[in-house]
């Protein structure tokens, strides 16, 4: 706990940590994205309301259908969630990876966390983020293949490095969360025997592993059939085919007369594979180059490339951060008050029990 400024209230350090990286983070973004607004200044002066709109809505349903990626995927455990649930889930974790660093990271633990408290086993829950994020990949993978084929070249070696090296990685990680919920005892045991080696343990008997059986068990539970893994791939490419619409009426927003369906694909494409490259929030800076990139290449002059990309950005990244941590907010805020509900419960019970009668001993 630290003082601040001598006054009575006290603000607990991680808390304030929290916010001095957040306000750093913000003025990082302000310094990136500033001298790019005065560029397409004139363009964002005179925004099309009704494609804005409709990339909002757009948009809206991408995150939405993500979130039914999701709910499928762990139904596939026995575990059934409302879609207004996993839609609100959907939109707070995609708001922690629009607005945190290594913000994909930190979603999917707070989605573990949650499917843990709505009744998910911990593999389940482990199992269901991977293959939704393996999953979404090999959309990503199929949707960057499409664009190249859309834009003219259909060669193999135009297709393979489009995203035929990233396609078989990925048919090959879905191989591999099958092979784990298929034969798990192997697997789960080797691991177990791996922790004994692990640095830093003092004893090598793993006293605090989870049960080899208990686990196998709770792994053979997950049992995804075809027709789940074809509506996950289903709701994965809506899911990036509505990010992609959102793109492009963002651009349409500004002014920009037309785009092929091939060069938009490859300027998204473009864009957002760069996210990776950098440690800030929505991979900021580098997916506004690759965007940039892709816009020159279809035709698409500086300052309306500039404002197109901060329209997207400004909905897909901004609109979505305030809804998420709206809805986080309100998500936390349920289970406190649950919470102090079940605690007033056992109290009122124990209340209860203490203050009924006792019976009178038997008479000898």
């Given at each position: ?16 940590l ?17 001298p ?6 004139a ?5 099309r309301w ?5 990339a ?33 889930l ?19 633990g ?19 983020v ?5 999953v979404s990949g ?20 135009g ?5 035929g090296?990233s ?41 605090g ?9 709770q792994?053979?539970?997950?049992d ?11 709701f ?9 619409a ?17 060069v ?34 279809a035709?698409v ?21 305030l ?10 805020r ?31």
């Amino acid at each position: 706990m630290v003082a601040v400024g001598g006054f009575a209230s006290v603000i607990p350090a991680r808390r304030l940590l929290r916010l001095a990286a957040g306000l750093v983070l913000v003025g990082v973004e302000i310094a990136l994205v500033a001298p790019h607004v005065s560029s397409g200044g004139a363009a964002l002066a005179d925004l099309r309301w009704g494609w804005v709109a409709a990339a909002i809505a757009c948009e809206m349903a991408s995150v939405a259908t993500y979130g039914r990626l999701r709910r499928r995927l762990l139904s596939a455990g026995g575990v059934r969630l409302p879609l207004g649930r996993m839609g609100a889930l959907a939109a707070a974790s995609s708001a922690m990876t629009a607005t945190i660093p290594a913000g994909a990271a930190v979603a999917g633990g707070y989605l573990y966390r949650q499917f843990r408290r709505l009744g998910a086993s911990a593999p389940l829950a482990v199992w269901t983020v991977s293959a939704a994020a393996v999953v979404s990949g090999l959309a990503f993978s199929v949707l960057t293949m499409v664009g190249t084929v859309l834009d003219g070249d259909d060669s193999l070696a135009g297709l393979v490095g489009a995203g035929g090296l990233s396609l078989v990685l990925v048919v090959g990680l879905i191989g591999g969360l099958m092979l784990v919920t298929r034969h798990p005892r192997p697997i789960v045991a080797r691991l177990r025997a791996l922790c004994a080696h692990l640095p830093g343990r003092r004893s090598r008997d793993c006293a605090g592993a989870p049960d080899v059986d208990a686990v196998v068990a709770q792994l053979s539970a997950i049992d995804p059939r075809a027709r789940d893994w074809a509506a996950a791939f289903w709701f994965a490419i809506v899911s990036w085919a509505a990010d992609l619409a959102c793109f492009v009426m963002c651009c349409y927003a500004v002014g920009v007369g037309s785009l092929g369906a091939g060069v938009a694909v490859l300027a998204y494409v473009a864009g957002l594979a760069t996210s990776s490259l950098t440690l800030l929030p929505g991979g900021i800076g580098t997916v506004e180059a690759g965007f940039m990139v892709g816009l020159a290449h279809a035709g698409v002059t500086a300052p309306l490339a500039v404002a197109g990309i901060l329209t997207y950005r400004v909905v897909a990244y901004g609109l979505v951060a305030l809804v998420g941590w709206t809805v986080w907010a309100l998500l936390r805020r349920g289970r406190r008050d649950a919470d102090a509900v079940a605690d007033a419960d056992i109290v009122v019970e124990t209340l209860t029990e203490s203050a009924q009668p006792q019976a009178a001993p038997a008479a000898a």
